[in-house]
């Protein structure tokens, strides 16, 4: 698959997942959204983290503030994303209450705050429109985030939090830079695939 066709079919299943996010509706995401939550924060990898790099939702996409707050109490570090002028991410501090702005995509990132060193973060949250069992995602299309993982270090763990629909029985269309992630969470179940990299992924996953 050339990078035409792998766009074109990245851009269909987006479609697809975006619009059965869609059709929920607020109430239903909103009803399904604790426990998403609750199994997040039950993770070993979660209780063990000093310094966690989430984001601030938007869309349909499970709400995060919420689980931002309750990390804060736990005495957790947090990191948001915020872009750069050259279009790389960089995980900036903050705390409940911090200022933020709007990007031009309608996600909120913090105005101010101190850079942190990506090698501090002990796990990253990372955002995706739809994933499969082996721990492939689509996301936006910007690429932010597979630019930004390769300066983490590899043992700190990417987990994703999404309704179960979000995840799909088909191997997702993936290219040599696309990064997956090692756990993804839902309302229904907590699928881990392991670390590693794409070469890793048939090493078996375990929903429960």
């Known amino acids: 698959m050339n990078s035409g066709e792998l766009k074109k079919a990245k851009r269909r299943v987006r479609r697809a997942v975006l619009a059965a996010r869609e059709a929920l509706g607020e109430a239903e995401r909103l009803a399904r959204t604790p426990a998403i939550h609750d ?50 991410l960089e995980a900036i501090a903050y705390e409940p209450g911090d200022a933020m702005r709007e990007t031009s995509f309608g996600a909120l990132e913090p105005s ?70 090692g756990i993804l969470v839902t309302e229904a179940r907590v699928l881990r695939v392991g670390p590693g990299d794409l070469g890793d992924l048939n090493r078996g996953s375990a929903l429960r």
């Open 39 to 88: 199994r997040f924060l039950e993770l070993p990898e979660v209780a063990q983290a000093t310094t966690a790099m989430a984001y601030w939702s938007f869309g349909t996409e499970v709400p995060t503030p919420p689980l931002l707050e309750r990390l804060h109490a736990r005495g957790v570090r947090i990191a948001l994303p915020r872009i750069r002028s050259a279009g790389e």
């Open 112 to 181: 101010g705050g101190r850079v942190l060193d990506p090698l501090t973060l002990d796990m990253v949250v990372t955002p995706g429109v739809a994933f499969d069992g082996s721990g492939r995602r689509i996301g936006y299309g910007g690429g932010f985030y597979d630019r930004f993982l390769p300066r983490v270090r590899p043992a700190a763990p990417r987990i994703a939090i999404a309704f179960d629909l979000q995840l799909v029985s088909e191997d997702l269309p993936a290219g040599a830079f696309d990064l997956p992630i």
